[in-house]
């Protein structure tokens, strides 16, 4: 049996990871912001996936901090809104520290590379700013990314 995987975030980016969860057979939950819900899911689900704004975190950190304990908790957020304040090290420490007894993830497919601890977080999530700012302030649209050569 797949595992249930529970997602917090029904934007784009949550919506669409469900879309693919749910072609490819998992019992998938997504919930927006509303904390007794986010808590029911993260207690139900065996994999949790993040897909909120950067500034939403700390409130759903700790929404889930009970039912995510001994969880992967995948990361797919970012640091890209106004007035957000960046913080010194990086979205995935940052998230780390507030759910410490869950297994954090940033990476969910497609042929991934290990990129080492997570010190690195911040260089990866520096990365996909930029692809964020050439696609969109620069105009090449969103159909672009950066390929590892080996």
């Known amino acids: 049996m797949k595992s249930k995987v529970?997602?917090?975030?029904?934007?784009?980016?949550?919506?669409?990871?469900?879309?693919?969860l749910d072609r490819s057979g998992y019992e998938v939950r997504i919930v927006g912001s509303d904390p007794k819900a986010?808590?029911?899911?993260?207690?139900?689900?065996?994999?949790?996936?993040?897909?909120?704004?950067?500034?939403?975190?700390p409130d759903v950190a700790k929404a889930i901090s009970e039912g995510a304990k001994?969880?992967?908790v995948v990361d797919v957020t970012n640091i890209v809104e106004p007035n957000v304040k960046v913080p010194a090290?990086?979205?995935a420490e940052e998230l780390q520290m507030k759910i410490p007894e869950s297994k954090l993830a940033?990476?969910?497919?497609?042929?991934?590379?290990?990129?080492?601890?997570?010190?690195?977080?911040?260089?990866?999530?520096s990365l996909g700013n930029l692809a964020i700012?050439?696609?969109?302030?620069q105009g090449l649209g969103i159909n672009?990314?950066?390929k590892l050569v080996r």
């Open 38 to 57: 986010v808590d029911e899911t993260a207690r139900w689900a065996d994999l949790l996936i993040l897909a909120v704004p950067f500034s939403a975190v």
């Open 6 to 20: 529970g997602i917090i975030g029904r934007c784009n980016v949550g919506s669409a990871i469900k879309r693919g």
């Open 89 to 91: 090290t990086s979205g």
């Open 70 to 72: 001994g969880k992967t």
């Open 133 to 137: 700012q050439i696609g969109y302030t």
């Open 106 to 125: 940033t990476d969910i497919g497609f042929d991934p590379v290990d990129a080492g601890t997570i010190d690195n977080a911040k260089l990866l999530e």
């Open 144 to 146: 672009i990314g950066f």
